[in-house]
């Protein structure tokens, strides 16, 4: 087999895919006489797993994970996201449930979608931190909060060539509410 995917033990991606999609297969797999194709497949289940890797390094998670737990979610979602790409490459007829046969084929495929987009919500949250996930870089790296030290405000009250500031606070209040006391306020 020629593909990528995250699974808990080889070959455990195209089993539960074959399963899931088991009408399109033959005899119980795909291959090249199947719609769709072997390698069809293979190339779906590849590219759900770009898709989820790259949402995992988006989210702070490291694309290559090792614990079974993890694998086993993300196994999940791999699948459902090539079951979805299966279900797309099948026209169906019929556009919504009828009394007698119930939801159309395509309800499957909004099923399907549904499953793969919960992953995005599911790396919002510390779940898979929990299960074990291996974090890398988070989107926040290098980012810092605060304000300028004290060091810095002394650096620019020292520095003459600097440009003062031309507004104040309060500047433009009401001169009747309020009075500007300057031992408070020195810039009056």
Same mark, same amino acid.
């Given at each position: 087999?020629?593909?990528?995917?995250?699974?808990?033990?080889?070959?455990?991606?195209?089993?539960s895919l074959t399963a899931t999609e088991r009408q399109y297969t033959n005899a119980g797999s795909f291959d090249e006489t199947t719609v769709p194709t072997l390698t069809q497949v293979e190339a779906w289940l590849t590219e759900v797993y770009g898709r989820i890797a790259a949402e995992l390094e988006l989210n702070g998670y490291s694309m290559t994970q090792t614990d079974v737990e993890v694998l086993a979610v993300l196994q999940g979602y791999n699948v459902k996201g090539a079951a979805y790409?299966?279900?797309?490459?099948?026209?169906?007829?019929?556009? %919504? =449930? +009828? &009394?007698?046969? %119930? =939801? +159309? &084929?395509?309800?499957?495929v909004a099923e399907f979608r549904s499953?793969?987009?919960?992953?995005?919500?599911?790396?919002?949250?510390?779940?898979?931190?929990?299960?074990g996930a291996t974090t890398g870089t988070l989107r926040s790296a290098g980012a810092t909060v605060g304000g300028t030290?004290?060091?810095?405000?002394?650096?620019?009250?020292?520095?003459?060539?600097?440009?003062?500031k031309r507004f104040r606070r309060g500047q433009f209040d009401d001169p009747a509410l309020a009075t500007v006391n300057p031992a408070v306020d020195p810039s009056v």
């Amino acid at each position: 087999m020629a593909y990528t995917a995250y699974e808990i033990a080889a070959d455990a991606a195209m089993t539960s895919l074959t399963a899931t999609e088991r009408q399109y297969t033959n005899a119980g797999s795909f291959d090249e006489t199947t719609v769709p194709t072997l390698t069809q497949v293979e190339a779906w289940l590849t590219e759900v797993y770009g898709r989820i890797a790259a949402e995992l390094e988006l989210n702070g998670y490291s694309m290559t994970q090792t614990d079974v737990e993890v694998l086993a979610v993300l196994q999940g979602y791999n699948v459902k996201g090539a079951a979805y790409e299966i279900e797309l490459s099948r026209p169906r007829a019929g556009v %919504g =449930p +009828t &009394p007698t046969s %119930g =939801p +159309t &084929p395509r309800a499957r495929v909004a099923e399907f979608r549904s499953w793969f987009n919960h992953l995005t919500k599911l790396l919002t949250t510390p779940a898979l931190q929990r299960l074990g996930a291996t974090t890398g870089t988070l989107r926040s790296a290098g980012a810092t909060v605060g304000g300028t030290s004290i060091s810095e405000k002394e650096d620019v009250a020292d520095d003459t060539d600097i440009l003062q500031k031309r507004f104040r606070r309060g500047q433009f209040d009401d001169p009747a509410l309020a009075t500007v006391n300057p031992a408070v306020d020195p810039s009056v």
